[in-house]
């Protein structure tokens, strides 16, 4: 697997630990290069080996410092011992990064929520809640040893605006920012900081010439991102800030990385609307 090439390292991360859950593939994969191009120590973990060693070897490849661990963020112990062998090198977490998540279960149980059955919604609530809520239970008090400790958690557009037949996915997201501010208000005074990206549309420069070709969904993709498409790059660049010493007056936040697509209704012009109409001055 090859992700995004990441910017040039400055050390901005120098010295610190960072675990990154769901780091084989996707976003996880693309943070966790760009961590260690910055020079942090970063752990991955994902329940495939096979993808979490090539991770691994990508980055030592590059002089970076990775170690990758299996788990399972569905098992409470497993979580547990992930947290316990992450900080075991230094006795200490300096950050814990939430992108775990069963997307091949969203892809596959998803469906209304009268139609969805319990079992999938299960299945997924499992790693959404229950693997974000153990991954912090047992790193917080890792985290707090650190300086500078953060929790990173990675949402989505399902946390503020309503996708189509995506039930059990929206819950675990919007419940991520409930969270995130529980967190940071009992943490915050201890020099913990929690924050959430909710994070847009991100393709690969591939499938974004793919999408923007496409004669329906092209056009209305383009309509409502007011910038551009998002990349893994622009995830990574942000999770950093995140995890660095610059963003230490940031605590609690939900920031929206998706090229403005929610700051938008999408309505039509109202110039448009009203043309051909009465108006005032035609009274």
């Given at each position: ?96 990064v939430n992108n775990a998540m069963a997307m091949d279960q969203v892809g596959s149980s998803e469906r209304p929520i009268a139609d ?8 997924i609530i499992q790693v959404g809640i229950y693997g974000l809520f153990w991954a912090c239970k047992y790193a917080i008090p890792q ?141």
């Amino acid at each position: 697997m090859q992700t995004q090439p990441a910017d040039a390292g400055t050390g901005r991360l120098h010295g610190k630990s960072v675990l990154v859950t769901g780091s084989t593939k996707g976003f996880g994969a693309a943070m966790a290069e760009r961590f260690a191009a910055e020079g942090a120590s970063v752990v991955l973990t994902g329940r495939s080996e096979t993808q979490g060693r090539q991770i691994e070897q990508q980055i030592t490849d590059k002089g970076g410092q990775a170690r990758f661990i299996q788990a399972d963020v569905t098992d409470e112990g497993s979580v547990r011992e992930l947290i316990a062998a992450a900080a075991a090198p230094t006795g200490r977490l300096d950050s814990l990064v939430n992108n775990a998540m069963a997307m091949d279960q969203v892809g596959s149980s998803e469906r209304p929520i009268a139609d969805m059955d319990t079992d999938g919604f299960g299945r997924i609530i499992q790693v959404g809640i229950y693997g974000l809520f153990w991954a912090c239970k047992y790193a917080i008090p890792q985290l707090l040893k650190s300086p500078g400790g953060s929790i990173v958690n990675i949402s989505s557009l399902a946390a503020v605006a309503g996708i189509a037949s995506l039930p059990a996915y929206s819950v675990c997201k919007g419940a991520m920012g409930a969270l995130t501010r529980q967190m940071a208000t009992d943490y915050g005074p201890q020099g913990l900081r929690v924050n959430t990206m909710i994070c847009g549309l991100v393709l690969g420069d591939a499938l974004a010439g793919d999408v923007a070709a496409h004669p329906v969904a092209g056009p209305r993709i383009a309509q409502a991102q007011l910038t551009r498409y998002g990349n893994l790059n622009d995830i990574a660049a942000m999770a950093t800030y995140l995890i660095s010493d610059e963003s230490g007056f940031v605590n609690g936040a939900e920031l929206r990385i998706d090229g403005g697509w929610t700051s938008t209704a999408q309505f039509p012009r109202l110039s448009e609307m009203v043309s051909g109409a009465d108006t005032p001055s035609s009274r």
